[in-house]
């Protein structure tokens, strides 16, 4: 348990303390657990592997009652890099899966001093500001939408393991999951601050709440950055069930230095689907500098 001043944070820290650290982040409906099979790997290869628990999830807890219970992707970044300085860690690499995959591009854009290598894995880039989707891309995104509205979130309230274990079910290829492994996941949702940090998340990026105010000058950079130099590897799923890999396709344009993996028979969570595959293209991308 990492002590910064906003947040307690649970964070699994592994591999040698003198290798040169991995943030981990993970995604959404998930928790750092994620990245179990993939660590090793990384460990083995001599890199130190830090992957915490956002705050709402798992035994991360809010230290003031009178916080914001808030979750865009400015906040979280922001989370991480006062979890690195308590832990005394100056440069780091990130890979980030869903919505860690632009947590580690949001870190990137905010402090390129101290990140020199990204990867991010199933959700695409959101340099330049969120695009309204396709109908048919907002068709996948139910959920979204449905949070946005009184009813829906009443809903994720009443039942967050059940609304988690939807996307689970249809987001990669049937039975890619046993269900003993879901329900060790799902207590990670029981933290009582899971479903506002949830609702706030997708809420926030259309609009529909204001971002947390500590985050308003790196959302607005992120909104107004169209170019990153940061050396990104890109990894989709093409079995991928709510983001196709046609939604990553155009991202090279946003990249100085990018290269995009597209996983056969993989669906949304590659940490999970295809631990050593990932593992192996994270030691290759991040021994490069």
């Given amino acids: ?33 994620a990245w179990d099979a993939v660590t090793p790997a990384l460990n ?7 992957a915490p628990m956002y705050r709402g999830f798992g035994q991360t807890r809010f230290l003031s009652a009178k916080a914001r219970r808030t979750g865009n992707v400015g906040i979280l970044a922001i989370d991480a890099i006062a979890l690195m300085d308590a832990l005394s860690i ?23 001093d101290r990140v020199p290598r990204i990867a991010m894995m199933s959700t695409p880039s959101r340099l330049g500001g969120l695009q ?12 979204h939408w449905f949070q946005a509205t009184q009813k829906g979130a009443e809903a994720v309230i009443r039942d967050p393991k059940g609304f988690a274990h939807t996307m689970w079910k249809t987001w990669s290829p049937e039975g890619w999951f046993e269900e003993m492994q879901f329900e060790r996941v799902a207590k990670s949702f029981l933290n009582p601050d899971w479903t506002k940090v949830t609702l706030h ?5 259309w609009g529909e709440t204001a971002f947390d105010p500590r985050s308003l000058k790196l959302e607005a950079k992120i909104k107004s950055t169209n170019l990153l ?8 799923g093409e079995k991928d069930g709510v983001t196709p890999p046609s939604g990553s396709e155009g991202m090279a344009q946003k990249f100085k230095h990018f290269r995009r993996i ?4 993989v669906g949304h969570f590659p940490p999970r689907e295809a631990p050593a595959l990932v593992a192996a293209e994270l030691v290759k991308h991040f021994s490069l500098s």
């Fill in 1 to 33: 348990m990492i002590r910064t001043k906003q947040l307690l944070i649970e964070t699994r820290d592994c591999g040698p303390k003198s290798g040169y650290a991995i943030l981990l982040a993970h995604g959404w409906p998930d928790d750092a657990s």
């Fill in 44 to 50: 083995e290869a001599g890199f130190r592997t830090i």
């Fill in 90 to 112: 100056e440069r780091f690499y990130v890979a980030g899966h869903d919505w860690g995959s632009n947590v580690a591009e949001a870190l990137a854009v905010g402090w390129s």
């Fill in 132 to 143: 309204s989707p396709s109908f048919e891309q907002a068709r996948r995104q139910w959920y």
């Fill in 201 to 205: 998340s997708y809420r926030s990026r």
């Fill in 229 to 236: 130099d940061t050396p990104t590897l890109f990894f989709h």
């Fill in 262 to 265: 597209v996983l056969e028979g």
